[in-house]
């Protein structure tokens, strides 16, 4: 940046560069952020995915986003990941959505409800042995 401006004689044509300059940083700025929400609407849990990796995932795209200064609610990213979970997890997001308050519910909270489930989920499929 400071290149671009050394060959400026006066003070307005440096003001102007460095306008310009900005106003395509917000431009680039902006796109990513596109990007990035678009990548956040599609995102989506595999069947054989961890609750665990799958919340890093998210929360990732989230921190990305949130640090380009988007605002993103605590209670929009509990619903993204409700909906994106596979249908194995259809049971406790339905009680989740009728008991669980979602929209003041915290991510951490949503996440320890879906680890429980996969946890107890695991458990009821190993055989028994006998």
């Avoid at 599609?42 to 949130?66: A, H, P, Q, W, Y």
């Avoid at 951490?108 to 499929?125: D, P």
Wanted: with cysteine; proline share 2%.
């Amino acid at each position: 940046m400071l290149l671009s401006l050394a060959d400026k004689k006066k003070a307005k044509d440096a003001w102007d560069g460095l306008n310009i300059l900005c106003q395509g940083a917000d431009r680039v700025k902006a796109v990513k952020v596109q990007t990035l929400k678009t990548e956040f609407e599609s995102l989506v849990m595999k069947d054989t995915e961890s609750v665990d990796d799958f919340s890093m995932r998210l929360g990732g795209l989230v921190t990305n986003i949130r640090a380009l200064g988007e605002e993103v609610t605590e209670s929009y990213v509990v619903k993204k990941l409700l909906r994106a979970v596979p249908s194995k997890f259809l049971q406790i997001v339905s009680t989740m959505e009728q008991f669980g308050g979602i929209d003041t519910m915290s991510v951490e909270e949503a996440v320890g409800s879906l680890k429980a489930h996969e946890e107890r989920s695991k458990g009821q499929k190993e055989p028994t042995g006998n």
